[in-house]
């Protein structure tokens, strides 16, 4: 893995969590969320797919296809986890 793989790949995750936070707003807080979510998905769905030998779409020596598909799994997670609201007792 070379540094301007890492570096491509930080790029193209953080557009995605950007682009979320674009499309369903939220204050600086959801952003960090969507962006570090984003981060964690892109890379552990390159991870996946180096480890199981799933490749396609590959950049280099970034297995962006599996990579996009992580990506996607755990920003689907993180803004379905966003829309929980915490319970307030009655007083």
């Known amino acids: 893995m070379t540094i301007a793989s890492v570096v491509f790949g930080l790029i193209i ?23 570090l979510t984003s981060w964690v998905g892109f890379w552990a ?4 797919g180096a480890v199981f030998g ?6 280099g020596p970034l297995n962006l296809g599996m990579a996009l598909v992580g990506n996607l799994a755990a920003l689907a997670f993180g803004y379905w986890l966003s829309l929980v609201r915490p319970e307030q007792k009655a007083r």
Not at 13 to 35: D, P, V
Not at 45 to 48: E, K, L, R, S, V
Not at 54 to 59: G, P, Q
Request: aromatic letters at 18%.
């Open 45 to 48: 769905g390159h991870i996946a």
């Open 54 to 59: 799933w490749t396609f779409l590959n950049v």
């Open 13 to 35: 995750s953080t557009l995605i969590g950007a682009l979320l936070h674009f499309w369903r707003g939220g204050g600086l807080g959801k952003l960090l969320f969507y962006i």
